[in-house]
């Protein structure tokens, strides 16, 4: 059976390395508060109702009071059931592969953590720590696609102080820079051709694991624009991070070291974090109806393909395997409303519409059974007092039915046709605190 983890949490002080199928198109982890998710964060980059705004725009902590905390969670539950279709070995002959696949998915949290601070009335300085992008998909050793990928996991931290300037009643600009970490761990089967074919004894059950990571900057910028005592407008950029990964490529089992390319070396592998653009509107309907509108665009095109280096040994300078990603720039949409039920609740409603980068199915790795998603979300706040908070959340994801037909045979990794069934549950809490 196969399991997938949307992210999970390293034993390391108020730090989390994000990690997990992620809700976001392609592994974009876009919980970087609860807050939003009753809204399906639309508003993300005008609403600037609790220092979590320092990520999605840092503008935004000049709405905020002198000083405040704001510290969050989401639980998230994905399902991903995997029904093979006739996934081969080789083309001619055609040798059917065993395993699979089955329900993915279990319980696991992204958390978060920001810091706002005035030195005066319109000087902000903020500090925010996430987890942006994750991924861990991973599978039996025996399953259909073993020798595509056995598990890909994926991790970073975001650690993003940032500082904020209101200009004027009208205008504030915001910028930021982000420390990210960046590790990664890919594992397949090195084939799934027979003995009598690669003539290689235990070929098919030797793996070849990628464990490498990198530390890169980036940076963010925003402007929120006060139109009207109703109205806001926020608009938001976040860069590229370019990362150059760099570790170890380890190959275990009966055939290691038996030939040049069977040897455990070391290697590198570049890719490029997309940069995104968001722009958010806020309008006041009355005093109780606000409605909350969200377009964001990410460039996925930055990881085009991912080419695994040998960068020791005999071999060195040569590529051990290309990952076809070529991904494509996507869009995202979003409608949210809040109803202010009294002083102390306010009621929150969303829908969004999130494409993924993936192309098509021929294109679709197995590692990343990505597809677009339609999210439904609600969620509450409750003023517990003038300088305290707590927002709930909960979202499901729709996902339609997810083909893929990634042949790779002429590479002995063989051919995985079939079909994903997909959704994914959000559950999300912030507690927000000014002093």
Avoid: C
Avoid at 116 to 123: G, V
Avoid at 299 to 318: A, K
């Amino acid at each position: 059976m196969q399991k997938t983890t949307i992210a999970r949490l390293l034993p390391a002080a108020l730090l989390a390395l994000g990690s997990g199928a992620a809700s976001a198109g392609g592994f974009q982890l876009l919980e970087q508060n609860a807050s939003g998710i009753g809204n399906a964060y639309a508003g993300s980059a005008a609403v600037a109702e609790n220092a979590s705004t320092i990520f999605f725009n840092p503008a935004g902590m000049t709405q905020l009071q002198a000083h405040e905390v704001s510290l969050g969670g989401v639980a998230v539950r994905p399902s991903f059931d995997f029904k093979n279709k006739g996934s081969v070995v080789l083309n001619a002959p055609r040798i059917p592969t065993s395993g699979g696949g089955g329900d993915a998915g279990s319980w696991a949290g992204i958390p978060n953590a920001y810091l706002s601070w005035a030195l005066d009335k319109d000087l902000y300085l903020g500090l925010g720590i996430g987890a942006p992008f994750g991924l861990v998909t991973e599978y039996d050793d025996d399953w259909v696609g073993r020798a595509q990928a056995v598990k890909f996991d994926l991790k970073t931290i975001n650690i993003n102080p940032s500082v904020a300037w209101r200009v004027n009643d009208k205008v504030s600009i915001g910028a930021g820079l982000n420390w990210q970490r960046f590790e990664a761990e890919y594992k397949r089967v090195a084939t799934v051709l027979p003995t009598s074919i690669t003539r290689v004894p235990g070929l098919n059950a030797t793996t070849a694991t990628l464990d490498a990571d990198s530390d890169a900057w980036g940076w963010n910028v925003g402007a929120l624009f006060t139109l009207s005592p109703s109205m806001k407008v926020g608009m938001s950029y976040r860069s590229k991070v370019e990362h150059t990964l760099k570790g170890d490529l380890k190959i275990k089992g009966p055939a290691a070291g038996l030939a040049p390319t069977l040897r455990s070396v070391k290697a590198e592998a570049d890719v490029d974090l997309p940069d995104s653009f968001i722009v958010s509107v806020a309008q006041k309907l009355d005093n109780r109806w606000e409605m909350l509108g969200d377009l964001s665009w990410t460039g996925w095109s930055s990881v085009r393909q991912v080419d695994i280096v040998r960068t020791s040994g005999v071999l060195s300078g040569s590529t051990a395997q290309t990952l076809h990603t070529e991904f494509k720039d996507t869009w995202r949409v979003a409608l949210g409303a809040n109803y202010l039920l009294n002083d102390a609740w306010k009621l929150k409603f969303g829908i969004a519409y999130d494409q993924t980068p993936v192309r098509d199915k021929v294109r679709r790795l197995v590692s990343l059974p990505d597809n677009n998603r339609t999210w439904f979300s609600t969620g509450a706040q409750w003023k517990l007092s003038k300088t305290n908070a707590l927002d709930l959340g909960v979202a499901y994801l729709l996902v339609p039915k997810t083909k893929i037909d990634n042949d790779q045979t002429r590479d002995g990794r063989g051919r995985v046709t079939g079909e994903y069934d997909s959704s994914v549950w959000l559950l999300g809490a912030q507690y927000s605190m000014a002093f």
